[in-house]
């Protein structure tokens, strides 16, 4: 691959994911281009769930959507546009074949590098066969001081019980329903923070609604059920303000990561080697039975093990760990 002439990179498209979850671990590779062609111009072409991640952001100049069922004339008429834009450098972490038809100066290798089990550094070690990149820290703009200051805003009309700025977040829901954790336990959490005095608010997407107002329900109206009332860019703004957010394997729980919050990551079915990221202020709960991880789409067995009998009293020493040694 030749060695890229930054003085020849004026025009910038990152190919990104579909699934939030995924796309946000592609953000890394969004900050570093940012940082490193500070001049030029970046696009990012990624599927309808990630636009509003996108929109807004100064990291990004331009946001276009790319449907992955969009029909064969549809699928033209956007490599077509994409070719009028001629980009400079084209970075693919979706593996497509659309670098080979708008031939740019410098593309990323078809070449995959396997050998990091992490879905987040295979991104980066991508991107690293290509330029030389010095750190990996994430400056994505996930939010602006004015969608940060909107959450706060609903977070305080729909509370029903006065709070203080401190507060812990609790997403219940995650992608897909095999990977999210039993009710009863959230109850059994829920109950734990409130009896310690803390601020609990409840966060998801409109899909999840049901999921929260079941769990309200079960603890009475003393939490803060936000679930469904957030865009995506105000929900990281809320989680940024957190003292601790607990989550499934979701993209709650990568928000967290990448905005370095303490964070409780409760695992399944799901391979945490892949999308957990340890580092200090992060605990990871999960079983470890002798099926999982199976990363199954369906649970084989007749109960769901790995979820069902996790006991809330681990996620809760997880979380008096983070509380007692992370700085609020």
């Not at 649970?299 to 040694?325: G, M, T, W």
Request: proline content about 5%; charged content about 25%; some cysteine.
């Amino acid at each position: 691959m030749a060695s890229v002439n930054s003085s020849k990179v004026q025009k910038i498209l990152v190919i990104s994911l579909s699934n939030i979850g995924d796309i946000i671990l592609t953000t890394p590779v969004i900050s570093i281009l940012r940082e490193r062609f500070p001049k030029a111009s970046l696009s990012v072409l990624v599927g309808p769930k990630g636009v509003p991640l996108f929109t807004n952001s100064s990291t990004v100049d331009e946001v276009i959507c790319f449907d992955k069922h969009a029909s064969w004339p549809e699928m033209l008429r956007l490599i077509f546009q994409l070719r009028e834009k001629k980009f400079n450098l084209i970075v693919d972490l979706r593996h497509t074949a659309i670098p080979f038809l708008l031939q740019p100066n410098y593309r990323t290798s078809l070449f995959v590098d396997r050998s990091s089990t992490s879905m987040r550094q295979r991104h980066l070690d991508r991107l690293c066969l290509l330029l030389e990149v010095e750190s990996c820290k994430n400056h994505f703009n996930f939010f602006t001081d004015e969608e940060k200051n909107s959450a706060r805003s609903k977070l305080n009309r729909f509370s029903s019980v006065p709070g203080t700025n401190d507060f812990v977040v609790l997403a219940p829901g995650a992608g897909s329903a095999l990977k999210r954790w039993t009710i009863s336990g959230f109850v059994e959490l829920t109950h734990y923070f409130l009896s310690s005095g803390k601020r609990v608010v409840l966060i998801g997407d409109e899909h999840e609604v049901d999921l929260g107002k079941e769990l309200e329900e079960k603890v009475s109206k003393s939490v803060t059920n936000l679930i469904g009332l957030l865009t995506l860019r105000e929900l990281a703004g809320l989680i940024h303000e957190s003292s601790l957010v607990v989550a499934n394997d979701s993209a709650v729980m990568h928000l967290a990561h990448e905005l370095n919050r303490p964070t409780v990551s409760i695992f399944g079915p799901t391979n945490d080697k892949k999308y957990w990221q340890a580092a200090a202020g992060r605990k990871l709960v999960r079983l470890n039975l002798d099926c999982t991880p199976c990363e199954q789409a369906q649970c084989r067995l007749p109960r769901r093990l790995c979820l069902d009998d996790l006991p809330a009293s681990l996620v809760i020493r997880a979380c008096e760990e983070l509380l007692n040694h992370v700085p609020h």
